[in-house]
Protein backbone atom coordinates (compact mmCIF):
# COMPACT_ATOMS: atom_id res chain seq x y z
CA UNK A 1 0.00 0.00 0.00
CA UNK A 2 1.06 3.30 -0.54
CA UNK A 3 2.41 6.36 1.80
CA UNK A 4 -0.26 9.15 1.27
CA UNK A 5 0.71 10.88 4.18
CA UNK A 6 4.24 11.96 5.89
CA UNK A 7 4.41 13.63 9.12
CA UNK A 8 7.59 15.12 10.24
CA UNK A 9 9.07 16.23 13.24
CA UNK A 10 10.98 19.67 12.94
CA UNK A 11 13.75 20.18 15.39
CA UNK A 12 16.54 17.86 15.04
CA UNK A 13 14.89 16.33 12.38
CA UNK A 14 13.70 17.84 9.02
CA UNK A 15 15.47 20.79 10.67
CA UNK A 16 19.67 20.49 10.54
CA UNK A 17 21.30 21.79 13.58
CA UNK A 18 20.86 25.41 13.07
CA UNK A 19 17.11 25.26 12.69
CA UNK A 20 17.32 25.36 8.72
CA UNK A 21 15.36 23.04 6.36
CA UNK A 22 18.41 21.62 3.93
CA UNK A 23 17.37 22.14 0.29
CA UNK A 24 17.60 18.20 -0.42
CA UNK A 25 14.61 18.02 1.87
CA UNK A 26 12.75 20.64 1.07
CA UNK A 27 12.90 18.91 -3.10
CA UNK A 28 11.94 15.51 -1.36
CA UNK A 29 8.98 17.57 0.01
CA UNK A 30 8.18 19.01 -2.85
CA UNK A 31 8.02 16.20 -4.77
CA UNK A 32 5.77 14.08 -2.35
CA UNK A 33 3.70 16.89 -2.44
CA UNK A 34 3.25 16.82 -6.32
CA UNK A 35 2.38 12.95 -6.19
CA UNK A 36 -0.28 13.59 -4.11
CA UNK A 37 1.46 12.37 -0.82
CA UNK A 38 0.21 15.24 2.28
CA UNK A 39 3.24 16.39 4.33
CA UNK A 40 1.80 17.00 7.90
CA UNK A 41 4.45 19.14 10.25
CA UNK A 42 4.44 17.19 13.37
CA UNK A 43 5.83 19.22 16.13
CA UNK A 44 6.09 20.70 20.17
CA UNK A 45 5.90 23.66 18.41
CA UNK A 46 2.84 26.13 18.01
CA UNK A 47 1.77 26.95 14.43
CA UNK A 48 3.59 30.22 15.71
CA UNK A 49 6.72 28.21 15.66
CA UNK A 50 6.80 26.66 12.73
CA UNK A 51 9.31 28.18 10.20
CA UNK A 52 7.52 29.49 6.95
CA UNK A 53 9.60 27.92 4.57
CA UNK A 54 7.95 24.75 5.24
CA UNK A 55 4.34 26.39 6.04
CA UNK A 56 5.17 28.51 2.54
CA UNK A 57 5.34 24.88 0.71
CA UNK A 58 2.47 24.89 -1.85
CA UNK A 59 0.33 22.33 -0.67
CA UNK A 60 1.47 22.08 3.40
CA UNK A 61 -2.08 22.10 4.40
CA UNK A 62 -2.82 20.42 7.92
CA UNK A 63 -0.12 20.62 11.09
CA UNK A 64 0.04 18.15 14.68
CA UNK A 65 1.60 20.95 16.94
CA UNK A 66 2.47 20.74 20.77
CA UNK A 67 3.07 17.05 21.18
CA UNK A 68 -0.04 15.75 19.53
CA UNK A 69 -2.34 18.37 21.42
CA UNK A 70 -3.67 20.40 18.11
CA UNK A 71 -4.80 19.74 14.56
CA UNK A 72 -5.31 22.04 12.57
CA UNK A 73 -6.52 23.04 8.92
CA UNK A 74 -3.98 25.54 7.98
CA UNK A 75 -6.23 26.79 4.87
CA UNK A 76 -9.41 26.61 6.75
CA UNK A 77 -7.45 28.27 9.85
CA UNK A 78 -9.51 25.78 12.01
CA UNK A 79 -8.74 23.52 15.07
CA UNK A 80 -9.90 20.54 13.76
CA UNK A 81 -9.37 18.52 17.78
CA UNK A 82 -7.26 18.94 20.34
CA UNK A 83 -6.28 17.49 23.59
CA UNK A 84 -5.81 20.26 26.43
CA UNK A 85 -4.56 21.10 30.12
CA UNK A 86 -6.84 22.49 32.62
CA UNK A 87 -6.63 25.69 33.99
CA UNK A 88 -6.55 23.85 37.29
CA UNK A 89 -3.62 21.06 36.12
CA UNK A 90 -1.98 23.68 34.72
CA UNK A 91 -1.90 25.79 37.57
CA UNK A 92 -1.06 23.22 40.02
CA UNK A 93 2.34 22.29 37.78
CA UNK A 94 3.40 25.46 37.97
CA UNK A 95 3.33 25.39 42.17
CA UNK A 96 4.83 22.45 41.42
CA UNK A 97 7.80 23.86 39.89
CA UNK A 98 8.49 26.88 42.76
CA UNK A 99 10.52 24.08 44.59
CA UNK A 100 12.89 23.97 41.52
CA UNK A 101 15.21 25.87 39.59
CA UNK A 102 13.60 25.55 36.49
CA UNK A 103 12.26 28.26 33.62
CA UNK A 104 8.82 27.15 33.08
CA UNK A 105 6.84 28.61 30.03
CA UNK A 106 3.34 28.01 29.12
CA UNK A 107 1.85 27.52 25.36
CA UNK A 108 -1.75 29.26 25.34
CA UNK A 109 -4.09 29.35 22.16
CA UNK A 110 -1.45 28.98 19.79
CA UNK A 111 0.49 31.53 21.75
CA UNK A 112 3.96 31.57 24.29
CA UNK A 113 4.22 33.25 27.42
CA UNK A 114 7.00 33.30 29.61
CA UNK A 115 8.30 34.05 32.95
CA UNK A 116 9.97 37.55 32.48
CA UNK A 117 12.80 37.29 35.13
CA UNK A 118 13.35 33.69 33.31
CA UNK A 119 13.04 35.17 29.47
CA UNK A 120 15.58 37.49 30.33
CA UNK A 121 17.85 35.16 31.92
CA UNK A 122 17.75 31.73 29.57
CA UNK A 123 21.73 31.27 30.17
CA UNK A 124 20.97 30.40 33.59
CA UNK A 125 19.11 27.00 32.54
CA UNK A 126 21.75 25.86 30.03
CA UNK A 127 19.70 26.98 26.48
CA UNK A 128 22.51 26.90 23.63
CA UNK A 129 22.26 29.91 21.63
CA UNK A 130 19.70 28.54 18.89
CA UNK A 131 17.09 27.49 21.26
CA UNK A 132 17.28 30.90 23.13
CA UNK A 133 16.50 32.15 19.68
CA UNK A 134 13.52 30.25 18.71
CA UNK A 135 11.92 30.93 22.72
CA UNK A 136 12.57 35.27 21.57
CA UNK A 137 10.51 34.84 18.29
CA UNK A 138 7.70 32.16 19.79
CA UNK A 139 6.64 33.70 23.40
CA UNK A 140 5.58 36.80 25.40
CA UNK A 141 7.45 37.50 28.27
CA UNK A 142 5.01 38.44 31.52
CA UNK A 143 5.27 39.01 34.91
CA UNK A 144 3.67 35.76 35.50
CA UNK A 145 2.72 32.57 33.48
CA UNK A 146 0.65 31.05 36.12
CA UNK A 147 -1.07 34.55 37.07
CA UNK A 148 -2.20 34.56 33.76
CA UNK A 149 -3.84 31.41 33.24
CA UNK A 150 -5.94 31.64 36.63
CA UNK A 151 -6.98 35.27 35.86
CA UNK A 152 -8.19 34.47 32.51
CA UNK A 153 -9.26 31.48 32.80
CA UNK A 154 -7.18 29.54 30.34
CA UNK A 155 -6.68 25.74 28.92
CA UNK A 156 -3.48 25.27 28.13
CA UNK A 157 -1.69 23.61 25.31
CA UNK A 158 1.15 22.58 26.77
CA UNK A 159 3.91 23.52 29.22
CA UNK A 160 7.33 23.63 28.79
CA UNK A 161 9.95 23.01 31.19
CA UNK A 162 13.84 23.80 31.01
CA UNK A 163 16.45 22.81 33.78
CA UNK A 164 19.54 23.84 35.05
CA UNK A 165 20.13 20.92 36.96
CA UNK A 166 19.46 16.87 35.73
CA UNK A 167 18.87 15.94 39.77
CA UNK A 168 16.24 18.19 39.77
CA UNK A 169 14.81 17.60 36.41
CA UNK A 170 14.82 13.80 37.17
CA UNK A 171 12.91 14.53 40.57
CA UNK A 172 10.06 16.58 39.18
CA UNK A 173 9.65 14.30 36.32
CA UNK A 174 9.22 11.35 38.84
CA UNK A 175 6.15 13.75 40.63
CA UNK A 176 4.79 14.50 37.82
CA UNK A 177 4.34 11.00 36.41
CA UNK A 178 2.76 10.05 39.83
CA UNK A 179 0.05 12.49 39.00
CA UNK A 180 -1.13 10.05 36.54
CA UNK A 181 -3.56 13.18 34.56
CA UNK A 182 -0.77 14.09 32.08
CA UNK A 183 1.94 12.83 29.69
CA UNK A 184 5.26 13.87 30.22
CA UNK A 185 7.86 13.80 27.64
CA UNK A 186 11.40 15.70 26.43
CA UNK A 187 13.14 17.08 23.34
CA UNK A 188 16.15 18.37 24.53
CA UNK A 189 18.41 17.28 26.97
CA UNK A 190 17.43 19.01 30.05
CA UNK A 191 13.74 19.92 29.44
CA UNK A 192 10.32 18.58 30.08
CA UNK A 193 7.23 18.82 28.29
CA UNK A 194 3.59 18.43 29.39
CA UNK A 195 0.33 17.71 27.93
CA UNK A 196 -3.37 17.02 28.52
CA UNK A 197 -3.79 12.79 28.38
CA UNK A 198 -4.30 11.67 24.57
CA UNK A 199 -1.57 14.68 23.26
CA UNK A 200 0.97 12.38 21.62
CA UNK A 201 2.42 12.53 18.48
CA UNK A 202 1.44 9.40 17.70
CA UNK A 203 -2.46 9.68 18.56
CA UNK A 204 -2.03 13.23 16.51
CA UNK A 205 -1.21 11.37 13.39
CA UNK A 206 -3.72 8.67 14.32
CA UNK A 207 -6.86 11.16 14.95
CA UNK A 208 -5.40 13.05 11.56
CA UNK A 209 -5.37 10.14 9.37
CA UNK A 210 -9.05 9.31 10.94
CA UNK A 211 -9.96 12.45 10.11
CA UNK A 212 -8.85 12.28 6.26
CA UNK A 213 -10.34 8.81 6.04
CA UNK A 214 -6.70 7.36 5.64
CA UNK A 215 -5.69 3.81 6.74
CA UNK A 216 -2.66 3.64 9.06
CA UNK A 217 -0.66 1.29 6.52
CA UNK A 218 -0.93 4.66 4.26
CA UNK A 219 1.12 6.89 7.19
CA UNK A 220 4.52 7.19 7.60
CA UNK A 221 6.46 9.47 10.33
CA UNK A 222 9.29 10.73 11.52
CA UNK A 223 11.12 11.65 14.51
CA UNK A 224 14.42 12.34 17.05
CA UNK A 225 12.97 12.32 20.07
CA UNK A 226 11.60 10.86 23.08
CA UNK A 227 8.58 13.09 22.61
CA UNK A 228 8.46 11.11 19.22
CA UNK A 229 8.24 7.89 20.95
CA UNK A 230 4.44 7.73 20.41
CA UNK A 231 4.47 7.17 16.87
CA UNK A 232 5.77 3.91 17.11
CA UNK A 233 2.89 1.58 16.37
CA UNK A 234 0.54 4.36 15.28
CA UNK A 235 1.81 4.60 11.96
CA UNK A 236 2.75 2.32 8.68
CA UNK A 237 6.38 3.34 8.58
CA UNK A 238 8.24 4.67 11.74
CA UNK A 239 11.35 6.72 11.02
CA UNK A 240 14.47 7.40 13.95
CA UNK A 241 16.70 9.77 12.79
CA UNK A 242 20.18 8.57 13.44
CA UNK A 243 21.08 11.55 15.81
CA UNK A 244 18.16 10.46 17.55
CA UNK A 245 16.93 8.34 20.92
CA UNK A 246 18.75 5.19 21.25
CA UNK A 247 15.16 3.89 22.79
CA UNK A 248 13.38 4.96 19.41
CA UNK A 249 15.95 3.43 16.99
CA UNK A 250 15.58 0.69 18.30
CA UNK A 251 12.08 0.75 18.27
CA UNK A 252 11.27 2.03 14.78
CA UNK A 253 11.29 0.79 11.51
CA UNK A 254 13.72 2.03 10.09
CA UNK A 255 16.38 4.58 10.84
CA UNK A 256 17.72 7.99 8.81
CA UNK A 257 20.77 9.19 8.57
CA UNK A 258 21.16 12.16 10.62
CA UNK A 259 19.37 15.56 10.17
CA UNK A 260 22.53 17.35 8.44
CA UNK A 261 22.72 14.94 6.50
CA UNK A 262 19.24 15.76 5.33
CA UNK A 263 18.53 12.09 6.26
CA UNK A 264 14.46 12.94 5.94
CA UNK A 265 15.08 13.37 2.41
CA UNK A 266 17.63 10.50 1.93
CA UNK A 267 14.71 8.11 3.47
CA UNK A 268 11.84 9.77 1.72
CA UNK A 269 13.76 9.17 -1.75
CA UNK A 270 14.55 5.35 -1.00
CA UNK A 271 11.09 4.56 0.59
CA UNK A 272 8.46 6.82 -1.13
CA UNK A 273 10.08 8.48 -4.38
CA UNK A 274 11.86 5.63 -5.66
CA UNK A 275 9.34 3.23 -6.28
CA UNK A 276 7.12 5.99 -8.00
CA UNK A 277 10.02 7.05 -10.38
Same mark, same amino acid.
Given at each position: MSIRLIALDLDDTLLDSQKRLPERNKKALEACIARGILIVPCTGRIVLGIPEEILGLPGIRYAITVNGGTLTDLKEDKILDERLLSPQTAAEIYQMTDAYQVM???????? %?????????????????????????????? *??????????????VDKLNLFFA????????????????? *?? *???????NLEI??? %??????????????LGLKKEETMAFGDGENDLSIIGKVGISVAMENGDEKLKQQADYTAP?????? *??????????????
Open positions: CDAYIKGA %GYSNRRCYENMDKYRLPPVVQELIRKTRTP *VDSVRDYIVSHNCKDQEERAKLRSELKERGD *VL *VSSSFPNNAL %GASKGEGIRRLAEICNDEAG *VAQMIEKLVLSPLM
